[in-house]
């Protein structure tokens, strides 16, 4: 099903991909006007070495700039408020954000609340915010979250123990950097977890009830470099080639999900992550072929393009039978990149019953090609689970 109505189409007003993009942020700093920024990170990535690569650039160029590195997973409203008071007691009128989503929300976040004020919990929903937030440079360090290119952001309530979701065209960043020369250290465990996540964003966003033709060309290609680089970048961490192709990958990938929808891979993830801590990437690798199976019925034509876009020989082939091929090149990719299975996780059966009813009410549910029912997510998730249990003791033997 297509989105037939009047489509605004979202992006990062620039975007750099390729080797060495980092050298141009003094550039862009200039080019926004921007005295001095708030460099807006997590400790780990100041540890191995990540920000220092861009705070170099910074230094060299002779930009002012002030370093908050408080970030972690899941941000809270405390760490968006911490990161809020450097922003102003710095002078700041910049953000650059490092790393994956995490950093990127709460910079999203910092860059709504100085050009609007009063508090995070005011903006949750849609285009809650009046002003254009701050300039914020976003320089993703995994190939996976997109979250550099989307215009939502989370913010956990650590009181009420909730996620708030804004989604913000305000808060769109002003420049988009993908530079594989910041991935080449990630480890393979990270670059399978964070492909399959932008694998997911492609095939999600292609079979989705609100796709368009623009962000399915975007999903097809998003798909074909997955299947064509993302097990040599898991094989061989410093191959740049295949590093700069997931950059490509989970770029496209990120622009067709915002520009169209998710679906119920990612409706389920997130309550893995939510009660498990799941990582996110893991919890959408794991759950992918059983969803698809489920989804199949409803876009067979859909699945057959997909499983063409992932290399599988498919010219004389019913969509009944190509179709069913993309699901099975998902498990083998999945196999190959040594994704685990979701008996190896925290995962218990005992809570199915939370879990559909969350998966129900999940944003990324919504768009999903067909409505399931709890009792059909519990069957995906119960199959999920006993088919790695499965594999797991026919490995053992
Ligand atoms: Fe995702």
């Known amino acids: 099903m297509r989105n037939e109505g009047i489509v605004e189409l979202y992006a990062p007003r620039h975007t750099l991909i390729g080797k060495d993009s980092i050298s141009k942020i003094p550039y862009f700093l200039r080019k926004v006007g921007a005295k001095k920024a708030l460099v807006v990170t997590d400790a780990g990535l100041v540890k191995i070495g990540t920000v220092a690569k861009i705070t ?6 002779g930009v002012p700039y002030a370093l908050f590195d408080g970030v972690l997973p899941n941000p809270t409203i405390g760490i968006v408020e911490a990161a809020l008071e450097v922003y102003r007691a710095s002078g700041c009128d910049a953000i650059i954000a490092i790393g994956g989503g995490s950093p990127i929300d709460v910079a999203k976040a910092v860059s709504i609340l100085c050009a609007n004020g009063g508090d995070i ?7 809650k915010s009046k002003k254009h937030g701050a300039a914020i440079i976003a320089v993703n360090t995994t190939a996976g979250t997109g979250s550099e290119v989307t215009r939502a952001y989370v913010v956990t309530d650590e ?3 909730t996620k708030m979701l804004m ?18 250290g990630m480890p393979p465990a990270l670059t399978a977890a964070t492909g399959m996540d932008a694998l997911t964003h492609a095939i999600e966003a292609y079979i989705c009830n609100v796709h368009t033709p623009y ?4 999903a097809l290609q998003a798909i074909r470099l997955v299947a064509q680089s993302l097990r040599n970048a898991v094989n061989d961490g410093s191959n740049i080639r295949a590093r700069t192709d997931m950059c490509w990958a989970e770029y496209m990938a990120g622009l067709a999900f915002s520009n169209a929808g998710l679906g119920l891979v990612h409706g389920i993830a997130h309550q893995l992550g939510g009660y498990y801590n799941i990582p996110h990437g893991l919890a959408n690798a794991i759950m992918l072929p059983r969803v698809l199976e489920f989804n199949r019925p409803h876009c067979m034509d859909s699945l057959s393009r997909v499983a063409q876009a992932l290399g599988e020989p498919c010219d004389h082939l019913s969509a009944h039978e190509a179709s069913q091929k993309a699901i099975d090149a998902v498990r083998s990719l999945a196999a190959d990149i040594q994704i685990p299975k979701l008996c190896e996780t925290k995962f218990s059966m005992d809570d199915l019953d939370i879990l559909a009813e969350h998966t129900l009410l999940d944003t990324a549910t919504a768009t999903n090609i067909v409505t399931p029912t709890a009792d059909e997510v519990k069957t995906i998730l119960a199959k999920t689970y006993f088919e790695g249990l499965v594999l797991q003791t026919l490995q053992q033997r």
């Open 167 to 184: 989604v913000d065209t305000n808060c769109l960043a002003f420049l988009a950097i993908d530079d594989p020369m910041l991935m080449l």
């Open 121 to 127: 919990r005011d903006y949750n929903g849609v285009n």
């Open 215 to 218: 962000t399915d060309a975007l």
């Open 159 to 161: 009181q009420t123990k």
């Open 56 to 61: 170099d650039e910074l230094q060299r160029e």
